[in-house]
Structure formats: C-alpha cells, structure tokens
C-alpha cells in the first residue's frame, strides 16, 4: 500500500493514511522514512493476534473470525475523526479486513468508498483446505473458507469500487455478483530503485523469500523442501537454498536442517537476498493476488521459477520471462535448469527485468488509478 499512496501522492492526489499497527508486525512510525510524512501516516496499535475465546464464540455464530479480529472500536472512533476533519472525496480500504468499517464510514462521510483489494480473500483458504493432510485442521481449514467466502460476496455490493491487482481477480468478483466499478491496478515497484543484478548472483544458489506467519508461503516452503528440493539435490549435488523470512514458526527449523539449505530469518535488505543467488523459487500451492517478491526479483534481472498460481497477474511469457512449473518434477526440472544453465539463466532474468520496469512501475499505476477516482467521484469526464 505504500508504494501505491506515494504513486498516488506524485500522481498529484492529497493523500492521508490510517493504518492499524497489530502487535505482531508493529512498527513505529517515528523511524518510518520521510517519505511517510507525504503520506501523512498515522498508525493506531490493534491487537489483531488469534485469541482462543473469539475463535470458539465465532465458530458457533458462524461468523468469520478472519474478519472479526481485524475489527477496533478504538480504530473505528479515529476514523470517524479523520474523515470528518478532512472530508476526503474517496476513502481506499485496503483489503476486505478493512470492510467491517464500511458502516462507519457510511456514517461520517459521502465520500466514495473503494476496495484495494489484494486477493480474493475465501480462495486462499480454500487452497489451503484442499492442500491440508490433518483431518481436522482440513474441516476447519474448510470452515473458515466458507464464513469468509459468505462475507466476501455479501460485501462486494457494500462499496463504490473494488480495485483489483490481477485482472483474474476482478473476474472472479464479476463472476461472484459485483455490481460496483471494477479496476485493475497492479502492485507496482518503484522501477528506478532496483538496479541491473543479473548473472550476479552465487551459483547453484536458489533462494525463496516470505513472511512465514503467512499461510501459504509456509506451506509452499515446506513442501518445496520435502517434495522438490530432493530431486533438485540429486540432479545438482552441490545446489545451495537459501530461505529468508519473518515470524516462522517453532517447528520450520527442525525442516530446514536439511543438506544444502540455509535459513536467514528476517534479511536487512530484500534487493540484497534477491539478488544473492542465481534464480529465485516461488512454489506456491495456494493464495491469490500477486506476488511483489517476484516483481522485486523480476526487476533486479534474477530469474524467476514459480507455479502458474505464484505468477497469477504477472503475465510473464514462460520460457523466455520467467519459468512456470507445477508439481515436484517439473519444478525441480526447471530450478535445476537455470542452475546449470548460466547463459539461459542470464537470458531469463534480462527478459523479465524488461517485462517489470515496461509493465509494473508505480508512477503508471498510479495515475491510471488516479484517473479511476476521478472519474468516480465526477471530476474527470469519460475519454
């Protein structure tokens, strides 16, 4: 969201930003760089983690604890306070855990409210349902799926408009009964900040990078390191991966000690890690929207491998922009391509950074998304 508001801020829009500060991934706004002060970024601390008692009261109302945590009185009262004082002409909710404050804001303003959403939210619990071995996890699993995907479509209608990152995912809220204003407004880089780091990298190195406290890039880890990483090995005995992220859980380190992997926790600079190792793999089996780490690396000229569901909205040409593969096979195939193969290596990683930086840079998406606002509010006529 911060790349869009400043694309937004230089596009020429007045921006302001309320932000919930959950205690799990709290920053102070304080060290934020300069660049928040355009944005004018206030943040209000939530308590946003799982609680034992919500999770059961919400299980037999069958209500979506998804959402319901994501909910603060506190949160809600300055948002009440900040539209009234700066009577905006569009509100921009990010993602659909923002939606439970459309009554509020109903309330307090006329301005026009619209959904930046980054996923079709039920679909990646419904991935991780189908992909889970427990029993009973995958009954739940399912649950949530359900309750959210009820109040996902009950809620389409609830707003001016929805912006959607993947064009995929503004048909899949056409498909569902949207009525309102579909745009698409991918995530964007900052182009000119990502340097040309292709074939730089360290060979027979791989590299992955997520937040681990995200379901679907904890499962895509792990099966990557149980189901490909093997036959990786066997065909490039002196393959190295390298593993960066944030909040994994206790039980990841036990699977990482595994030959030839190394795990860095949270990385001081992601253009670096990105940048370390000869491609990048994205194995994800679930989730939705688009993948900003493959933008990232995409930009720095390191080749990509990923699933065609980790690429979704990307729209990169496989075999020349990147490399698509799905099940451990073909995906162990492709890694061990690109570590082998220098040249071709090189060749992908130059085709994809010419795709991001014509494609995915901010200051584009952000006035194309401007010009969408305008014309929602009334003060740009249709061209």
Known sequence: ?????????????????LSL?????????????????????????????????????SLALGTSYNVERFHSKPFETR???????????????????????????????????????????????????????????????????????????ATLNDVDAIAAVTPE??????????????HVAPVGIEACEYPDRSGLGAPLTLSFLGSLDWRPNLE????FLESVWPIVR???PQARFLVGGSNPPADLAERLRTEGVRFLGRVPDARDFLASGAAMVVPLRSGGGMR???????????????????????????????????????????CASLLLEKDRAVAIGRAGRRRVHE?????????????????????????
């Open 292 to 334: 900003v780490k493959i933008l990232e690396a995409m930009a720095l000229g390191v080749p990509v491998v990923s699933s065609p569901l980790g690429a979704a909205g990307i729209g990169a040409l496989d075999g020349t922009e990147i490399l698509l593969a799905d099940g451990p096979e073909s995906l162990a195939t492709a």
């Open 21 to 57: 500060n959950p205690g799990k991934h709290r920053v102070d706004p304080a060290a934020l760089p300069d660049e928040a002060r355009d944005l004018r970024l206030e943040a209000i601390d939530v308590d946003t983690s799982v609680q034992a008692f919500g999770a059961l009261r």
């Open 234 to 236: 066997q065909a490039v």
């Open 79 to 153: 948002l009440r306070q900040v539209v009234r004082d700066d009577a905006p002409d569009v509100v921009l909710l990010e993602s659909l855990f923002m939606v439970p404050y459309v009554p509020a804001l109903r309330e307090a303003t006329t301005a026009r409210l619209v959904l930046r959403s980054l996923n079709v939210e039920h679909e990646i619990w419904e991935g991780l349902s189908r992909t889970e071995r427990g029993i009973a996890r995958r009954l739940y699993l399912g649950h949530l799926a359900r309750r959210l995907r009820k109040y996902e479509v």
């Open 169 to 182: 995912d503004a048909g899949t809220y056409a498909r569902l009964g949207t009525t309102v204003a579909l």
């Open 1 to 17: 969201m911060r790349v869009l508001a400043l694309s937004l801020r230089k596009a020429g829009a007045d921006v302001r930003t």
């Open 220 to 223: 895509a880890v792990t099966w």
């Open 359 to 383: 494609t995915f840079d901010a200051s584009g998406i952000g006035r194309r998304l401007l010009e969408f606002l305008e014309l929602l509010v009334g003060r740009r006529r249709p061209t």
